[in-house]
């Protein structure tokens, strides 16, 4: 198989990062991305698969319930009801040694000579590589969070 991936430069949980992105039409992966805090590279490959997953249960009208009580015992962030539902996801890898990770890079990304995947094994969890041009990392928001976030801009942190 020829190489049919492109490392790009993205961002993950608010850190810089690497992603993989097919070029070609027989590319058997949708992405790959690297998670620079726990050195692991996730894999999705472009077949599906059926399993159980968690979702927001949906009233008559497409509301999300909302629970009695406002709160879970397990999970008080959780204010809405779930049902587990059968779903079609994609397959899923995951790779933790890193020579596996750098095999597989080779094997599939076309401009691995002129990337510099090492530098982003040598990442802190708190900052960049140095050696790595700044980008700006954008902030997401997500409903779950709106609460803390407005919080954060209140006291300054």
Request: net charge negative; proline share 4%; hydrophobic share 35%.
């Amino acid at each position: 198989m020829n190489k049919s991936m492109r490392l790009i430069t993205s961002a993950f949980k608010g850190q810089r990062t690497f992603k993989m992105i097919p070029i070609t039409k027989d590319c058997p992966y949708i992405e790959v991305i690297f998670d620079v805090e726990t050195k692991i590279l996730a894999v999705i490959h472009n077949q599906f698969k059926q399993g159980y997953h968690l979702v927001a249960k949906l009233d008559d009208n497409g509301d999300i319930e909302m629970l009695k009580n406002g709160k879970r015992k397990d999970d008080p962030k959780k204010t809405y009801k779930e049902e587990r539902r059968l779903m079609e996801t994609y397959h899923e890898y995951y790779l933790f040694d890193k020579t596996e990770i750098l095999e597989f890079i080779n094997h599939f990304a076309d401009n691995v000579s002129s990337y510099n995947v090492e530098g982003f094994f040598v990442i802190q969890t708190q900052g960049f590589d140095q050696k790595q041009p700044d980008i700006e990392v954008p902030k997401i928001i997500l409903p779950d969070s709106m609460n803390e976030v407005q919080e954060e801009s209140k006291t300054g942190s």
